[in-house]
């Protein structure tokens, strides 16, 4: 059982992770504009110039 | 429209930037085809379209005028006008992010506790020290997380006892508090149970609720803001040394001087410095024949300049920009509406004091019953848990989200949820009739006039502004226009047309023939052709209030108009009921007389006239080309002036409150379930666990049941 010592600290570090991660995009604009963002996939980006 | 997008460019460093709202960007080759064009252009370095708020920020160096900004939008066919960068929804959208964050927190929280707790529930030969360890984990995540998240629950519950109010926040916050100190106290003790799991899993729940309801009224409050947007103007103010520029409307003082075109709408309410000309104040008091102007007087906010320049002073900064009773009303209504108590605090206000002492009387009978005091606090705070108003605080939300969404998609803009409850128990409809039940522009009528003079008054017609000028365009199609065309304020136009000259305008001008309304066109020496206008009822106006009448609503008409324009409008609408000639506080006191008989009035209306009675209205409803005034004071703004709308509104908001009874109903039917498994002592963590989940799923699917 001494591996839940080594387990669940990491679990919860890992949570901690995805958290920062999210606070992280939420910063950045990646939810300002869902629907732009969906629609910028289908876009071309190589037009010349 | 009147717009000079120049006012409203910011500079930082060399670099202008201009916000420009985009009216039909609904996909990707839109946001290419504009992003492209206006990338084009030269000097721009940034032109980003945000499809989610339709919003176009671009950024430029050099001297590109801004005008081309907004031509290269309107040229691919969408609708732009400039807006005040940033200034408008920021404290909406920090909302959202908060409950985005809290939501995310909450949800993180529960996924990390559930995970913690489950081997709790089922490792049945799980030894004391591991048990413990594990407690203190699921406490290490959840207190934190739940002090966090629930934030907005617990200043909203504090400020409601402040107020001597109960509302659902109250249960909300006093159960994730208690089931807090209550785990807490069992992981310290080593007591039987620990609801760490339920506490965060509650407030996730409630969050997505609420974060959905926070995303769909920012989202409905950008979209009303767009079609206000498409009609603001700017103003052109003359400084002291002489010099003309363009200026946000926002950015007039009392006492500027401004020069108002023909064409333009007045930004504020302004005095008549020099000029003669024509105003058109449908929008202010309902009427639809022009009137001259003159100097001196003072000309309200929305009127439409319509034949020759104006020169005029303003009196009033465009916020306070109202006539004073108008102001009076609005704050009245205000009031009145900040006293009107939500379905959701009604239930609030029994169910509260009722599970509380069910709680107390619990605690009460297991000491009596012998048992401890901390088994008996166990009992009294589980029934609150239990009963933790989960489904409660969910079952108003949802269904309010759900309805909001679909007034969306059919073009209705929701203002607040509780005017969603408000406009599902009116039984009177009023209709202003202006611009609400009839398009506010004249049409011309079939009369005594051959296509031949209305061809040749068409030439004259279109070197005019004038409402019936443009309505006679409108009836001529295309064609030549005169030549040497002058206008005369107040009287009409004169001009060559084929080489003779000719006049278009009122009796006096053109000559003595002819009824005082509408106008007489006459070539030199000629006898005149007289040619009358209506303004015609909306297309859909008289099926809407068809199906209104259909459903038993008592319809009628409140106008600011002349009685025999009222009474034909009236009549081709199919309505019986009618008033003409009300000022803004008339139609004020018509509608608390309706009220006081009684009445649960639903005002619909555009204009300043409007503005008080829409505030006072137990709800009301603005098109799209409302008057900022009225549009802030209506509960809803619906897109393209289609009265459908009103009956559109009615029929989702009757819905929605049904489906929000019910959801009350089955939260108070699983309330009633498990009040004795609580009391009995029997509410373990699990039990409380899958309660909770299970009722919320199912006020949700209720919610879901309204029809898309």
């Known amino acids: 059982m001494n591996v839940l010592l080594f387990m669940l600290p990491a679990a919860i570090l890992l949570a901690g992770v995805a958290l920062a991660g999210f606070l992280w995009s939420l910063k950045s604009g990646q939810f300002d504009d869902p629907a732009g963002d969906a629609a910028r996939v289908l876009l071309d980006d190589d037009r010349p110039g | ?708």
């Open chain 2, 1 to 708: 429209m009147a717009q000079d997008p120049a006012a409203f460019v910011t500079e930082a460093k060399g670099l202008r930037s201009l916000d420009v709202l985009v009216r039909g960007a609904k996909c990707a080759s839109c946001l290419g085809r504009i992003e492209g064009a206006v990338g084009k252009l030269p000097g721009v370095e940034t032109a980003r379209l945000n499809l989610s708020t339709g919003k176009l920020h671009v950024a430029w160096r050099g001297v590109l005028a801004p005008r081309r900004v907004i031509e290269a939008v309107t040229g691919l066919g969408y609708g732009a006008a400039a807006v005040d960068a940033g200034a408008s929804d920021t404290e909406k959208a920090r909302e959202e992010r908060a409950l985005l964050t809290a939501m995310v927190v909450a949800g993180l929280a529960t996924a990390n506790v559930m995970f913690l707790s489950e081997p709790m529930w089922f490792g049945e030969d799980m030894d004391a020290g591991t048990m413990t360890m594990f407690r203190w984990l699921a406490a290490l995540v959840a207190i934190p997380a739940a002090l966090f998240s629930g934030w907005t629950f617990y200043a909203s519950a504090v400020n409601s006892m402040r107020h001597r109010r109960l509302n659902m926040d109250v249960p909300i916050s006093l159960a994730v508090l208690l089931s807090l100190a209550l785990s807490l106290h069992a992981t310290a003790t080593g007591g039987a149970h620990t609801y760490f799991d339920a506490a965060v899993m509650l407030l996730f729940f409630l969050l997505i609720g609420r974060f959905l309801d926070a995303r769909l009224r920012r989202r409905a409050y950008a979209a009303a803001n767009a079609l206000a947007a498409m009609q603001t103007a700017s103003a052109t103010r003359i400084s002291t040394c002489g010099v003309a520029e363009a200026v946000r409307a926002s950015d007039v003082r009392p006492g500027d001087m401004l020069v108002v075109a023909a064409g333009e709408r007045l930004p504020v309410d302004a005095e008549v410095i020099a000029g003669a000309s024509e105003a058109d104040l449908r929008l202010v008091t309902g009427e639809v024949e022009p009137k001259a102007t003159f100097v001196g007087q003072v000309l309200h906010a929305g009127a439409v300049n319509l034949s020759a320049p104006l020169r005029v002073r303003a009196l009033a900064a465009a916020d306070r920009s109202l006539m004073a009773d108008v102001a009076r009303l609005l704050e009245a209504g205000e009031q009145k509406k900040s006293s009107y108590r939500r379905i959701a605090d009604k239930v609030a206000a029994s169910y509260v004091p009722q599970v509380h002492a069910v709680a107390l009387l619990g605690f009460v009978g297991w000491l009596i019953a012998g048992a401890t005091l901390t088994q008996a606090a166990f009992v009294a705070v589980t029934v609150l848990i239990i009963t933790c108003p989960c489904a409660l605080g969910l079952a108003a939300p949802l269904v309010q989200v759900v309805a909001a969404g679909k007034l969306f998609k059919r073009g209705i803009y929701l203002s607040s949820g509780d005017a969603l409850e408000r406009i599902a128990t009116v039984d009177h409809v009023v209709f202003d009739k202006t611009g609400t039940l009839t398009l506010g522009e004249p049409v011309l009528l079939a009369g005594e006039w051959s296509e031949r003079d209305l061809q040749d008054a068409a030439q004259l017609a279109r070197a005019s502004r004038h409402p019936f000028s443009r309505a006679i365009v409108a009836a001529a199609g295309g064609g030549p226009a005169a030549d040497q065309v002058s206008e005369h304020p107040g009287l009409g136009v004169e001009g060559k047309v084929c080489g003779r000259w000719a006049r278009l305008g009122q009796a006096g001008f053109v000559g003595p023939k002819g009824g005082k309304r509408g106008l007489l066109f006459a070539f030199e020496g000629e006898p005149p052709v007289a040619f009358a206008f209506e303004d015609v009822v909306r297309e859909g106006a008289r099926s809407a209030i068809q199906r209104l009448q259909a459903m038993g609503f008592g319809v009628e008409m409140l106008s600011g108009d002349a009685d025999e324009r009222v009474a034909r409008a009236a009549a081709a609408a199919g309505i019986s009921v009618w008033t003409a000639n009300a000022t803004p506080q008339s139609k004020a006191e018509h509608l608390a007389r309706l009220e006081a008989a009684g009445r649960k009035v639903l005002m619909v209306g555009d204009g300043l006239n409007d503005a008080g009675a829409l505030a006072n209205a137990h709800a009301s409803l603005a098109p799209g080309g409302a008057l900022d005034v009225s549009r802030l004071a209506a509960d809803c703004v619906y897109a393209g002036g289609n009265p459908d709308a009103v009956v559109d509104a009615i029929l989702i908001a009757r819905e929605a409150r049904g489906r929000m009874r019910e959801n009350f109903g089955l939260a108070a039917l699983y309330n009633l379930l498990a009040i004795p498994v609580a009391l009995m002592g029997l509410a373990t963590p699990i039990v409380a666990a899958v309660a909770m989940s299970a009722s919320s799923a199912l006020v949700t699917l209720n919610a879901l049941r309204m029809s898309r």
